[in-house]
């Protein structure tokens, strides 16, 4: 994670840079200043995540130039075999999507959707450890 870290850090820097270049010659104009500042802001809580996670763990296996492939052994991760909520998240999407061509109304019912369908993901499995 130190990598990826530095890797943000440096574009944070970047943009950091570009935003008070740009907001020093671009006279009045607000908008391209307050776009550079959020890529700034977006890259330095990536670098930060990035930090903390190097911070708290150490080096991963991939980091070690001697490592091999059987140190990262083991299960990756739990995926749900079959779910309906990414279905529904995705339905709520498309009604919200349309919801901003044809009105409020449509908006909001497709919001509801999707929050119902990112709710089942985030508490489908939350008994599974028991």
């Given at each position: ?14 943009f950091?840079?570009t935003?008070?270049g740009?907001?020093l ?6 908008a ?16 930060f ?10 080096l991963?296996p991939e980091?070690?130039?001697q ?37 409020l ?13 990112v ?12």
């Amino acid at each position: 994670m130190k990598t990826e870290a530095y890797l943000f850090g440096g574009v944070a820097v970047f943009f950091l840079g570009t935003t008070l270049g740009y907001a020093l010659t671009s006279g009045p104009e607000p908008a391209g200043t307050a776009a550079l500042a959020v890529a700034f802001l977006m890259s330095s809580l990536v670098c930060f995540f990035f930090a903390q996670n190097y911070r708290r763990r150490g080096l991963r296996p991939e980091d070690d130039r001697q490592g091999e492939v059987l140190d990262r052994r083991g299960p990756v991760d739990f995926f749900p075999p079959d779910s309906p909520y990414p279905v529904v998240a995705g339905l709520g999407a498309a009604l919200s999507a349309l919801g901003i061509v044809y009105g409020l109304w449509l908006f909001l019912i497709g919001f509801g959707i999707i929050a119902a369908g990112v709710g089942g993901l985030v508490f489908q499995y939350v008994h599974r450890g028991e």
